[in-house]
């Protein structure tokens, strides 16, 4: 079955240190890859993406994520983590189910960053 | 990107009653989608409307339950009847856009939050 890991609940990292928010996945074919952020009480914001490529990708706000085929991971990572980032982080992949391409979400992982 | 607006944003209802939900997208698009979230966990997919078409239902979600109209390509509505407390959730609007830089891209409505007592 194709689907989506993070196997973090929840990040603590201090501000200006760096971060990494995990994200595995489990799919047939070159995986098309993505994170967004859910902040409180709004709905999800695009990240960023993999399609092909350059395996390190840029993102908004100061994001990047890197892609490993070997590993079939895609963490989420910033140099130097704002109190602002705190937020749940989803890392999802698309999929091609029933003729259309689908989002699988991956349980989320909540971002503390401690001022 | 598109801009999605969701209404109601939130409500309280009462076992039994629906409740329809609006989505209204600044932009013409061919591909919508509604989405869950229950309390503390992660999206899941309910099902793909495309106007002209039949919603297209994921497993675990049938059609008496979140009737879906798709009347025009910039408007939807997800209906949850007969509901229970168990269907307390945020539910959340979707549409496939290119963006500014040429790309198809998944954007999300801000989600409608309903209780269920």
């Known amino acids: 079955a194709q689907s989506v890991a993070q196997p973090e609940d929840q990040v603590n990292v201090a501000e200006g240190n760096p971060l990494t928010v995990k994200c595995t996945y489990s799919v047939s074919g070159n995986p098309y890859l993505f994170w967004y952020v859910q902040y409180p009480n709004r709905g999800l914001q695009f990240l960023l993406k993999?399609?092909?490529?350059?395996?390190l990708v840029k993102g908004s706000y100061g994001f990047e994520a890197e892609f490993n085929k070997s590993q079939t991971s895609f963490h989420l990572k910033k140099p130097s983590a704002l109190v602002s980032d705190s937020a749940l982080y989803f890392c999802?992949?698309?999929?091609?189910?029933?003729?259309?391409?689908?989002?699988?979400f991956g349980a989320g992982t909540r971002l503390a960053v401690h001022p | 990107s598109a801009v999605i607006s969701q209404k109601p944003s939130r409500d309280i209802c009462q076992r039994g009653t629906s409740l329809t939900i609006q989505c209204q997208v600044d932009s013409q698009v061919t591909m919508m989608f509604w989405y869950r979230q229950q309390p503390g966990q992660s999206l899941t997919l309910i099902a793909t409307?495309?106007?002209?078409?039949?919603?297209?239902?994921e497993s675990g979600f049938v059609i008496d339950k979140f009737p879906i109209s798709r009347p025009n390509l910039t408007f939807s509505t997800l209906t949850v009847s007969n509901m229970s407390p168990e269907d307390s959730s945020i539910y959340l609007c979707s549409v496939v856009y290119r963006s500014s830089g040429g790309n198809n891209e998944q954007f999300f409505g801000p989600g409608t939050r309903l209780t269920v007592l």
């Open positions: 999802a992949v698309r999929v091609l189910s029933g003729g259309y391409n689908k989002l699988i």
């Open positions: 993999y399609i092909t490529g350059d395996n």
């Open positions: 409307a495309n106007q002209g078409s039949e919603a297209t239902y």
